[in-house]
Every structure is written in structure tokens, then in C-alpha cells.
């Protein structure tokens, strides 16, 4: 898999990679360290669930929970 992004702040990461899987060719992975132990969460998408987050991120003004 080829990583396309990566970043990470404190204990936690977050991944996206390009796959050969098909009708699912991005994987998320979400590695979360904390307290000695380490979670790995991955996420194999479709396109059209990466065009939905890509347009969620996209939104212009901050969000907040009291939105």
C-alpha cells in the first residue's frame, strides 16, 4: 500500500494509503497509544465515501458541536 497522507498529534495518528482492493482503493488507519497499549482502527473506502469526506472537509467556517 502506498502511503498518500499521514499525520500525527500527541499519542494519536491518523493514515490514508492507496490499495489494490477492489471497489474499496483507500484504507484509513487511526493508531491511537495510550496508557502502554496501542489501537489500531482501519477503514477500507469506496470512492464515493472519499468524495463525501473529501467534501465534508471542504466545507468552509469552523464547526463546532454547538453547530
Known amino acids: 500500500m502506498v502511503k498518500l497522507y499521514q499525520t500525527s498529534k500527541e499519542s494519536k495518528s491518523l493514515e490514508i494509503e492507496d490499495t489494490t482492493r477492489e471497489g474499496s482503493p483507500f484504507r484509513l488507519v487511526i493508531t491511537l497509544r495510550k496508557l502502554g497499549m496501542v489501537t489500531i482502527l482501519d477503514y477500507f473506502i469506496s470512492p464515493e465515501e472519499a468524495e463525501g469526506i473529501?467534501?465534508?472537509?471542504?466545507?468552509t467556517g469552523a464547526h463546532t458541536d454547538s453547530d
Open 54 to 59: 473529501t467534501k465534508a472537509l471542504g466545507k
